[in-house]
């Protein structure tokens, strides 16, 4: 028996030579697991304590195993640790050595960009090109020897090329500067001189006016007319410019005189200006609202009631009839006169309606009865009653604009007189195409001719003038 025992624990041990430490832990932890297995079977089944102890002495035999193994586990640890201290020494210090390499390109590297971004001296100055140098050099530059290198050489005369060009441009700097000063010296003193002109001017132009009044030279009072004439609408400002050139001109016993508020024609003029460019204003704005608001109500209405017809006061709420706030008051005198005080015969005052584009004349009233039917009679088939174009009776309809009772009326002469031509309805080579043989259509026809020959004459303005007065002194030798 202990023979066998002996035998079991000389091949254990063979056994455990064989096998890796961590095979025999794992062998006797799997041997230790069974052995308590029997045991608590043997206590289960009430088997004999002699069985026990043999589990018993194999548990023990299992403990040494265990240390055994462990002790081999630690032993092997500290070699490997031994092997690997061994090992680290070489590989710390080619790390080291790889630290100091690395740390040395960093230091080439830097050194490297330092004098690839090195700026010389004459890095920035833009010099001339050689061909330039060689062609415009002075010869003493040219010809100078400052180092051996050719292109170094070459470079220090092109520096010095160009501080000698330098110090010329500073020479005419300076130059220019003093001249720059004396510029600004002369131009302060006329400056000075000419912010006392405007007072010299008025002392000198209220001086004046006594010499004006007595020689008939009314300057203040063109130079007045001429600045309202500038706010005039377009057709207005023709005729007030025709009717002063023929004043001027031929000596014409006629007076001009433009009447109306200035700022308000200013302001049209500005409100013009801005909706022919296409600017809106905050006023345009709020007419844009006011007009949509009203649009609104009117659909509204025209859903509640029926349609009306347009008439004169829908015209006027329609701000069909605008006229301009400026107008010209014509003063027509008697040019028959023998003494030097002239006869006044007639006032005419110009008007100018804007959304219809046509311009009416009326008579300024006075005590010595009516006169309108002076320029009804002033050219035949022209009593004004009627529209002078087709774009104008379009926008008006059937309303009626012009009465009897009103003074006011757009004559056809006033439009050719204000440069608003038109076609006539009727082409008068149609109607030579069409004459008949009729005696009747014949006389037509020639009146026709008669008066559009006579039509396209009425925009004179002798012819105007004449007429009129001769159509007053016959008025008033009547009275």
């Known amino acids: 028996m202990e023979d066998e025992d002996g035998q079991g624990a000389h091949s254990a041990e063979q056994h455990t030579l064989e096998e890796s430490p961590y095979e025999i832990l794992q062998n006797c932890?799997?041997?230790?697991?069974n052995i308590v297995a029997e045991v608590l079977s043997v206590k289960k089944e009430g088997k004999p304590k002699s069985h026990l102890r043999e589990l018993v002495t194999q548990m023990f035999l299992n403990f040494i195993t265990l240390r055994q193994a462990n002790r081999s586990i630690l032993l092997e640890e500290d070699r490997v640790r031994m092997e690997t201290e061994h090992a680290k020494a070489p590989i710390d210090f080619s790390s080291?050595?790889?630290?100091?390499?690395?740390?040395e390109k960093s230091h080439y590297v830097k050194a490297i960009k330092t004098c690839k971004d090195f700026k010389s001296r004459?890095?920035?100055?833009?010099?001339?090109?050689?061909?330039?140098f060689l062609r415009d050099g002075p010869d003493e530059i040219k010809h100078s020897f400052l180092s051996n290198d050719s292109a170094h050489n070459l470079m220090l005369k092109r520096l010095n090329f160009e501080l000698f060009q330098?110090?010329?441009?500073?020479?005419?700097?300076?130059?220019?500067?003093?001249?720059?000063?004396i510029l600004f010296d002369a131009i302060a003193n006329r400056k000075k001189f000419l912010s006392i002109l405007p007072s010299q001017f008025k002392s000198l132009k209220k001086a004046s006016l006594p010499i004006q009044s007595q020689l008939g030279v009314q300057q203040t009072r063109k130079l007045k007319h001429q600045s309202s004439a500038e706010l005039l609408p377009p057709p207005l400002y023709v005729i007030y410019s025709q009717l002063l050139a023929q004043k001027e001109a031929f000596g014409e016993s006629i007076d001009l005189e433009i009447v109306g508020s200035l700022t308000?024609?200013?302001?049209?003029?500005?409100?013009?200006?801005?909706?022919?460019?296409?600017?809106s204003t905050t006023l345009d704005v709020t007419e844009l609202k006011d007009e949509a608001s009203d649009d609104i109500k009117d659909v509204q209405r025209q859903r509640k009631r029926p349609r009306i017809v347009r008439g004169k006061e829908s015209l006027y709420h329609?701000?069909?009839?605008?006229?301009?706030?400026?107008?010209?008051?014509?003063?027509?005198?008697?040019?028959?006169v023998s003494d030097f005080k002239l006869e006044k015969l007639i006032i005419l005052s110009f008007e100018y309606f804007v959304k219809l584009n046509m311009v009416c004349v009326g008579i300024e009233a006075?005590?010595?009865?009516?006169?309108?039917?002076?320029?009804?009679?002033?050219?035949?088939?022209?009593?004004?009653?009627?529209?002078?174009?087709?774009s104008a009776k379009l926008i008006v309809g059937d309303a009626i604009m012009f009465n009897e009772n009103r003074t006011s009326r757009p004559y056809k002469w006033a439009q050719h007189l204000a440069g608003i031509d038109f076609l006539p309805e009727v082409s008068p080579m149609l109607l030579a195409e069409h004459e008949t043989s009729d005696n009747g259509e014949a006389a037509k026809t020639e009146d026709v001719r008669s008066g559009l020959s006579l039509y396209l004459q009425q925009n004179r303005i002798q012819t105007i003038l004449r007429r009129i007065r001769s159509q007053r002194k016959a008025q008033l030798a009547h009275l």
């Not at 069909?320 to 028959?336: A, M, S």
């Open 29 to 33: 932890k799997g041997s230790a697991e």
């Open 96 to 103: 080291l050595q790889l630290q100091n390499l690395m740390y």
């Open 122 to 132: 004459y890095s920035d100055i833009e010099l001339v090109t050689e061909e330039e």
């Open 166 to 181: 330098r110090k010329e441009l500073c020479k005419l700097h300076s130059k220019l500067e003093q001249e720059k000063k």
């Open 264 to 279: 308000d024609a200013q302001t049209f003029s500005r409100h013009q200006a801005h909706k022919d460019t296409g600017i």
């Open 318 to 336: 329609l701000d069909v009839l605008q006229i301009h706030p400026l107008k010209i008051n014509l003063h027509v005198y008697d040019d028959e």
């Open 366 to 390: 006075s005590d010595d009865g009516p006169k309108n039917d002076i320029l009804c009679n002033l050219f035949p088939d022209d009593t004004g009653l009627e529209l002078p174009h087709q």
